[in-house]
């Protein structure tokens, strides 16, 4: 069966059946758009990964099942995104035209409703304002999705992020909604990232090499130093790792994200590096990896005489800031 073929059908069995008690269904249509897909994700664990909403004849439908109210967000072809608040058991409605995304009108829970009156109040706001007037909206909502939806977007994802601020906001959502564990878990991690900012002190910290060796953080508060994550299944973290072995007058600190020391020896041995590794096989929850507010494999920070001056250099960048030097030839590599 063709696609359109099956998109028809599924939007005929959607508006033919109720909703089941810990099911949702979203059903679209938008002018001006005859067909085309939109992608589909979740912050918040409504769905995994992202999935693809098809859509023919300006008409588009979505069923997934939940047991308690979330957020999915829809990806437009131009990259802007339409958060929806789904709940058990409720059928939500999108509407508007394509050519005026910001207008769209978002029904069925009083989540979207909440949204739809941001949307209204900013839709000719200058996109320096906009910030301030979700701050307004989040202490006036902290209880609601759609202001923890409006955190992420406007100071964590908004290209300059301010985490001490998103921090703050956070916090007056967890007063409000205490028994929220996820976002208890996001906001750990976002003080932690606003206490590694550029301009921050590295935070005192205490671990140990897969060597055995103890490492703190009194070892980085003289000279260049770079604390970077890294696993044997990312290229680009191991590039940057690369790039960074061998330098004179620069002090480093790999984190393997690898569940298997092995692994991490086995590239470790490939690439002939003698740079100081953690590896506690707790990938993403390991102390020092929270601590730091690393959130990705690519992560990094530098470090100047014990202050934090850049984060997040891509291996490029690291190359162009470490020129390449030649090793001490009696630096020894480490036994695997």
């Known amino acids: 069966m063709g696609r359109i073929a099956t998109f028809?059908?599924?939007?005929?069995?959607?508006?033919?059946?109720?909703?089941d008690g810990g099911t949702f269904k979203i059903n679209g249509r938008l002018l001006n758009l005859n067909?085309?897909?939109?992608?589909?994700?979740?912050?918040?664990?409504?769905?995994?990964?992202?999935?693809?909403?098809?859509?023919?004849?300006?008409?588009?439908?979505?069923?997934?099942s939940c047991d308690e109210s979330g957020t999915l967000v829809i990806v437009f072809p131009n990259f802007s995104e339409q958060p929806v608040f789904v709940e058990p058991g409720k059928n939500i409605k999108v509407s508007g035209d394509v050519s005026h995304l910001k207008e769209l009108k978002v029904t069925g829970t009083a989540e979207n409703k909440l949204m739809n009156a941001f949307r209204e109040k900013v839709k000719d706001a200058e996109p320096k304002d906009i910030p301030a007037l979700a701050e307004a909206f989040v202490k006036e909502h902290p209880a609601s999705l759609a202001a923890l939806y409006l955190i992420n977007r406007y100071f964590i994802r908004n290209g300059e992020p301010d985490y001490a601020s998103a921090a703050g906001l956070m916090q007056i959502?967890?007063?409000?909604?205490?028994?929220?564990?996820?976002?208890?878990?996001?906001?750990?991690?976002?003080?932690?990232?606003?206490?590694?900012?550029?301009?921050?002190?590295?935070?005192?910290?205490?671990?140990?090499?897969?060597?055995?060796?103890?490492?703190?953080?009194?070892?980085?508060?003289?000279?260049?130093?770079?604390?970077?994550?890294?696993?044997?299944?990312?290229?680009?973290?191991c590039n940057i790792q690369r790039a960074l072995n061998g330098k004179d007058n620069l002090r480093a600190l790999g984190i393997c994200l690898d569940p298997s020391i092995n692994d991490c020896r086995r590239i470790l041995t490939r690439d002939k590096i003698g740079t100081d590794i953690v590896c506690d096989s707790l990938a993403f929850d390991g102390s020092l990896v929270n601590l730091l507010g690393f959130s990705a494999l690519t992560e990094n920070i530098i470090i100047e005489n014990g202050k934090i001056t850049a984060r997040s250099l891509s291996a490029q960048e690291m190359r162009k800031r470490f020129p390449a030097t030649n090793a001490p030839t009696n630096m020894p590599l480490r036994e695997r």
């Open 8 to 19: 028809l059908l599924l939007t005929l069995v959607l508006a033919a059946c109720g909703t």
């Open 173 to 237: 959502c967890l007063d409000a909604q205490p028994g929220n564990g996820r976002l208890k878990q996001d906001l750990q991690k976002i003080k932690a990232r606003a206490a590694t900012s550029v301009g921050c002190k590295l935070p005192a910290f205490r671990a140990v090499t897969i060597d055995g060796d103890t490492l703190t953080d009194k070892q980085f508060s003289k000279g260049t130093a770079v604390i970077y994550a890294w696993a044997s299944s990312d290229f680009e973290s």
């Open 35 to 64: 067909q085309g897909e939109f992608y589909v994700y979740s912050p918040d664990g409504v769905i995994d990964g992202i999935d693809t909403m098809f859509v023919v004849a300006g008409r588009f439908g979505y069923k997934g």
